[in-house]
């Protein structure tokens, strides 16, 4: 299976931290502040690395999964509920090894590997 090396993050500035984290905590915090005015619960679900669950690399061998941490992070600072479907993913894959069932199913079974 032929799988895409790119991906849904801008890259061009991702190793710039400081501002990165400046600005997930702005776009957060206006997030938080919206639905503490509206009256909802702001729950963030955070999309796996594919290309690290690809190559069976860890999380920090790709620059955006430092990013991920760090808004992780962020989230957390703020009192955010965060729900990182990295490692469901990757059980998901390891189990099945095919991309579009794996996210399926994380997103139904969040922390239950499937079996083939």
Do not use: W
């Not at 490692?87 to 095919?98: E, K, P, V, W």
């Amino acid at each position: 299976m032929r799988r895409s090396s790119s991906s849904a993050v801008d890259v061009r500035k991702i190793t710039d931290q400081v501002n990165n984290r400046r600005a997930a905590r702005y776009a957060l915090s206006e997030m938080r502040a919206l639905a503490q005015q509206d009256g909802f619960r702001l729950v963030l679900a955070m999309d796996g690395v594919r290309n690290a669950i690809y190559a069976g690399k860890g999380l920090e061998s790709y620059e955006v999964g430092k990013l991920n941490r760090l808004v992780g992070e962020v989230a957390s600072e703020l009192d955010i509920p965060l729900l990182d479907l990295h490692a469901t993913f990757a059980g998901h894959y390891l189990a099945i090894g095919n991309a579009s069932s794996c996210l399926r199913l994380a997103l139904e079974r969040p922390g239950e590997p499937s079996r083939r």
